[in-house]
C-alpha cells in the first residue's frame, strides 16, 4: 500500500511540473503574436528615420520626439524681388502626426497668409529624401511647383540640423525680447506674419526662437503669437 502511494504521489507531481511547463511556454509565445496595436507601434518607431533638417535649401523640417509631431515650411522664392518684376514663390507651414504605415506622416498645410485656410497632406521618408503630397492646389505654389501628384514632390536633404519645432508666425507684428530671469527688455526688432522660426525653448508662456533670414537672429517672443505643433 505505502509503494502504491508513493507512485501516486509522484505521477501528481510530474503532472504539476509538466502544467508549470506548459504555461511558461505559452506565456513566451506571447510578445510574438502580431497584433494590429503591435504593427502600429512598429510603424511609429520606424517614423524616427526622418532626419531633421534643411531639404534642397528650402524646405525646413523638425521632428520632435517628445510629442512625435513634425513640423516645417517651404520657403521657396526662386525670383529674387526687383523693381517691376512680379517675385514669384511658394511658401507655407505644415504641422504632421504619424501614419499608419512606417516613415509615413499625416498632414496639416497651412497658408502662410491666412493659417485658417488649411490642407490636408503627407508625408513619406525614404532614406535622404521626402516625398510631399497635398490633397489640393496651394495657390501661391501652383506656378512654380506640383504636390498633387501620384507621389507629391519630392526632396532631398541638403544640410542636417537639429530642428526640433518649427513655428509661424500669425500676428501681423511680433516683437522680439531680450529675457534674462524676471528681466525682459523689448527690442526694436520684429517679426511680421507668416515669418517662420525655430523652436529653441518654452518657458510660461515664452519662446526663446530663431529666426534665418540673411542674417540668423536670437530672442524671445510670446508663444500666444505663432502658430506651433
Not at 509565445?29 to 503591435?38: V, Y
Not at 504641422?95 to 496639416?108: H, K
Not at 532631398?156 to 516683437?175: A, I, Q, Y
Amino acid at each position: 500500500m505505502m509503494l502504491k502511494k508513493r507512485k501516486t504521489i509522484k505521477s501528481r507531481n510530474y503532472l504539476v511540473v509538466c502544467s508549470f511547463l506548459i504555461l511558461v511556454m505559452s506565456c513566451n509565445a506571447q510578445p510574438n503574436a502580431k497584433s494590429p496595436k503591435a504593427n502600429h507601434t512598429s510603424a511609429l518607431t520606424k517614423t524616427l528615420e526622418l532626419t531633421s533638417g534643411i531639404y534642397d535649401d528650402y524646405f525646413f523640417l523638425g521632428y520632435n520626439d517628445s510629442s512625435r509631431k513634425l513640423s516645417g515650411y517651404i520657403d521657396y522664392q526662386p525670383y529674387q524681388k526687383v523693381s517691376g518684376s512680379i517675385q514669384i514663390g511658394c511658401r507655407f507651414y505644415i504641422i504632421g502626426i504619424p501614419g499608419l504605415q512606417a516613415n509615413s506622416f499625416n498632414l496639416t498645410v497651412y497658408f502662410n497668409t491666412d493659417s485658417s485656410v488649411k490642407r490636408k497632406g503627407t508625408l513619406k521618408v525614404q532614406k535622404d529624401k521626402v516625398y510631399l503630397k497635398i490633397d489640393d492646389i496651394v495657390p501661391s505654389c501652383s506656378s512654380v511647383m506640383d504636390f498633387t501628384g501620384d507621389k507629391g514632390a519630392m526632396f532631398t536633404l541638403s544640410e542636417p540640423r537639429k530642428f526640433f519645432d518649427l513655428g509661424m508666425v500669425e500676428k501681423e507684428k511680433t516683437f522680439i525680447y531680450n529675457k534674462s530671469g524676471n528681466t525682459i527688455e523689448k527690442l526694436k526688432k520684429y517679426l511680421v506674419k507668416g515669418d517662420y522660426v525655430n523652436i529653441l525653448q518654452e518657458e510660461e508662456g515664452w519662446l526663446l526662437i530663431e529666426f534665418i533670414g540673411k542674417k540668423v537672429s536670437r530672442g524671445w517672443i510670446k508663444k500666444e503669437d505663432i502658430l506651433m505643433p
